[in-house]
């Protein structure tokens, strides 16, 4: 991975969600200049979540933000980076 280059991923609710879950490998994303695995996840009580890219940011940092859906296809609102959160990390000011 290059300078400037980094890799969000799931946020912290995301995280707990799939915490001890079986995994598989659904594809990799190919970013702006980095790539990323994207997974399915089988939790313990057989929930299935999906990760997606939900955001891919190129300046001043490239940054790949990621969230669930869930078995029907839907995103999970809750592991759903807020812009706030995204600028945050990208060091983007962010005007609310």
């Known amino acids: 991975m ?13 995280r707990k969600l799939v915490q001890g879950a079986a995994f ?7 970013g702006y200049s980095v790539a990323y695995d994207i997974y399915r996840f ?6 299935v ?4 890219v ?3 940011h190129s300046a001043p940092n490239s940054v790949i933000f990621c969230a669930l859906r869930g078995e029907d296809g839907k995103e999970i609102p809750e592991t759903l980076w807020s812009d706030k959160e995204m600028a945050d990390i990208c060091g983007i ?4």
């Open 2 to 14: 290059a300078l400037n280059e980094s890799i969000a991923g799931l946020n912290a609710v995301a």
């Open 42 to 47: 089988t939790s313990r009580d057989g929930r």
């Open 24 to 30: 598989k490998l659904v594809e990799t994303h190919r």
């Open 54 to 56: 939900q955001a891919e």
């Open 93 to 96: 000011r962010y005007a609310s």
């Open 49 to 52: 979540f999906t990760e997606f």
